[in-house]
């Protein structure tokens, strides 16, 4: 698992992506944890690779605006 921080966002804290498996769990500024699956490996691929990308706009295109990615827990103060 990788985890990509100290980006822009005013939604998102981080995300926590694993490149193998094509998921990623994303922690919002609100606390809220959500994890998804069948995440595409180009996507995260290109996220690790691009320092300066916005991890809202990241979040936005690849797990949100996509009907291939499934979203499957939320929780409060969970750790991954």
């Not at 691929?45 to 691009?50: D, F, P, V």
Request: charged share 15%.
């Amino acid at each position: 698992m990788q985890t990509v921080h100290y980006r822009t966002s005013s939604a998102v804290n981080y995300v926590t992506t694993d490149l193998a498996r094509g998921t990623a769990h994303v922690q919002f500024n609100n606390g809220l944890w959500y994890g998804y699956t069948n995440v595409s490996r180009r996507a995260i691929a290109n996220l690790m690779m691009q320092p300066n990308m916005s991890l809202g706009f990241w979040v936005n295109d690849n797990l949100l605006d996509t009907k291939r990615v499934k979203c499957i827990n939320s929780a409060k103060s969970v750790r991954f």
